[in-house]
């Protein structure tokens, strides 16, 4: 089922003993647009209390009644590790929250890694996070082994995005700008982002389109743009987005026509 994440935000969760709180935000990782982890507010029951749970914690997703309900207590929740408030998560948390709660660990075998269409992923789907503090080259052009670790760490460290981050970025085409990041469309059945929404309208008149993350083209970090291989024209006279509407294969494919693209379900067996 696609999902948009402010309607995902609205769900509760819950521990096997109790409430847990809301969820906050999401984070997902530039090599396949996957959400790996959702932010949960627990401030309710304890103090500081943000905390970052793996889709493979979930026991069940309930629609009906927006709840998500995860295999652990809450007091092994309590205790997991926490996030450096204000710091990108780097891989060495992950290490850590993997271990602590026996999570598989996603980037297993890089080399081999496939996007969730199965093809070889040879190039990530979004850069990594653009950081002007990270590891620079030697001026002689020569790295040292330690040089060298350091810089694939500092890139490992940056592959996670927050949803909440790139809302209100600019969309470009080619021929100019689109528009602005909305919201995300997240399917919860591999918890790939498969939309953007993007909004043509301004400020005072919202007109919301989905533009797929499949037609991505670039990302600047710095300037807060998202540049997609499309005509500006194209994404504006989109099929209208009804926000409080379910999303169906005949939906998509509406859209997948407009936009004369070949829908990504085609080649799923």
Request: negative net charge; contains cysteine.
């Amino acid at each position: 089922m696609l999902l948009r994440a402010k309607t995902l935000k609205s769900y509760s969760m819950l521990a096997s003993d109790g409430e847990l709180g809301s969820l906050d935000d999401f984070y997902f990782d530039s090599d396949t647009a996957t959400i790996r982890y959702f932010v949960g507010d627990t401030r309710t029951w304890f103090f500081g209390g943000k905390v970052l749970l793996s889709p493979l914690s979930f026991k069940e997703i309930d629609r009906s009644n927006e709840r998500i309900a995860v295999n652990a207590t809450k007091d092994q929740i309590k205790d997991s590790p926490k996030p450096e408030e204000h710091e990108p998560i780097t891989r060495r948390y992950e290490q850590q929250l993997s271990s602590y709660y026996g999570w598989e660990n996603y980037w297993a075998d890089n080399a081999a890694r496939r996007d969730i269409t199965g093809f070889q992923a040879h190039a990530p789907m979004m850069p990594p996070i653009f950081n002007p503090e990270g590891p620079r080259e030697e001026h002689d052009g020569l790295k040292s082994d330690e040089a060298h670790a350091s810089e694939q760490q500092y890139r490992e460290d940056q592959q996670l995005i927050s949803v909440e981050d790139i809302k209100g970025y600019k969309v470009h085409t080619a021929d100019g700008e689109a528009g602005k990041i909305h919201d995300c469309v997240i399917d919860d059945e591999d918890w790939k982002i498969r939309y953007f929404v993007v909004n043509v309208g301004g400020f005072f008149n919202k007109e919301l389109v989905l533009v797929s993350i499949d037609w991505l083209n670039d990302v600047s970090w710095r300037d807060h743009t998202i540049t997609f291989d499309l005509e500006n024209k194209r994404i504006e006279d989109a099929p209208e987005f009804v926000s409080d509407q379910p999303i169906t294969r005949e939906d998509e494919a509406a859209l997948y026509e407009h936009y004369n693209r070949k829908g990504y379900w085609v080649d799923i067996r």
